[in-house]
């Protein structure tokens, strides 16, 4: 045994993400020796590529409730509600696995994932430093924070444990109604939910390393420099970065909204990253794998009085 071993990292895509997810794999698998990462695909069939043996489908966690919320939740919001019910499937699939790292399929990994604590529970924050940015509701301020969440659900990890399936039971729970994505309601999808956890629970660890989770929501406060042949970011190796919001088809935008601190021009050395991320994608076939079509009818509009039912959950 190595000491990736009893490591599995998983993303959950739509088959149009394919191969963005592949591009994900390959860059996790590059600097984790002798772990696993698994690919759970909302779909019904796996792909034609013969080493497709680590691709889990949806039909395979033979869970009842997933059928209303395929009814229920949009791709988005079904991608999100998944990941306790997909993580806690992987704790059965892969028994020789102690550490599991939940990643977005829209990440690329920089560096080793070198274990930070031995919790149960690690969550991500979007900001970990008090800066001031532009003012204004609508610019990633403090106040956008209580409207998408303290912590990005992006990224997570479970350690093997008791508290750990106490955490996947009380997600799952949760989000089998409550993943609709109505950050004007007080719901955003899985990641609102996050902002309780480490009042819920009790072995919870609050990774802030500046080189987890980079992103367009913390580039205020964390600089991405290559240096030396590595990227660094705020001096530490960087280990991922998370390219929300940038569309291949855009590729000379950063974010696919109009923002002045979110610019290639304000940020020129973050192109280069971008260009390479973009390169590795349109490898795996992005071209032809993003035509391919979501397996399942797009819900109907809301009937039901989803907020009697959270109003139950308290």
Not at 157 to 170: H, V
Not at 297 to 305: D, I, L, T
Request: charged share 20%.
């Amino acid at each position: 045994m190595n000491e990736f071993s009893s490591l599995t990292a998983f993303t959950i895509i739509t088959p149009n993400y394919l191969a963005h997810a592949y591009a994900l794999r390959q860059s996790f698998l590059n600097l984790h020796p002798g772990s696993s990462f698994v690919i759970c695909l909302i779909g019904t069939q796996k792909p034609a590529k013969s080493d497709e043996k680590e691709i889990v489908l949806l039909k395979e966690l033979k869970d009842e409730r997933i059928e209303g919320m395929i009814q229920r939740y949009n791709p988005f919001e079904l991608s999100c509600a998944l990941k306790p019910y997909f993580a806690e499937h992987l704790l059965t699939l892969k028994p020789n696995s102690i550490r599991f790292i939940y990643l977005d399929s829209d990440i690329g990994v920089f560096g080793r994932f070198d274990q930070q604590s031995q919790a149960a529970v690690t969550i991500s924050p979007h900001r970990t430093k008090n800066v001031n940015y532009l003012p204004g509701l609508d610019n990633f301020s403090t106040t956008e924070l209580l409207r998408y969440g303290v912590y990005n659900a992006g990224y997570f990890e479970i350690n093997r444990s008791n508290e750990a399936k106490r955490f996947l039971s009380w997600w799952q729970q949760v989000l089998e109604h409550f993943s609709y994505n109505k950050p004007d309601k007080h719901i955003f999808t899985d990641q609102l939910w996050l902002s309780v956890v480490p009042s819920f629970f009790d072995d919870v660890y609050i990774n802030k390393k500046p080189g987890f989770n980079v992103g367009f929501w913390n580039l205020i406060e964390r600089t991405v420099e290559y240096t030396n042949n590595q990227w660094l970011v705020n001096g530490e190796p960087l280990v991922f970065y998370h390219f929300s919001r940038y569309k291949l088809e855009l590729p000379d935008n950063m974010v696919d909204f109009d923002h002045p601190m979110l610019s290639f021009q304000s940020k020129p050395q973050l192109k280069i990253l971008y260009d390479q991320y973009r390169e590795q994608i349109l490898n795996e076939g992005y071209e032809t794998l993003k035509q391919l079509p979501y397996p399942y009818p797009y819900p109907a509009k809301e009937k039901k009085s989803w907020w009697k039912k959270l109003f139950n959950l308290w």
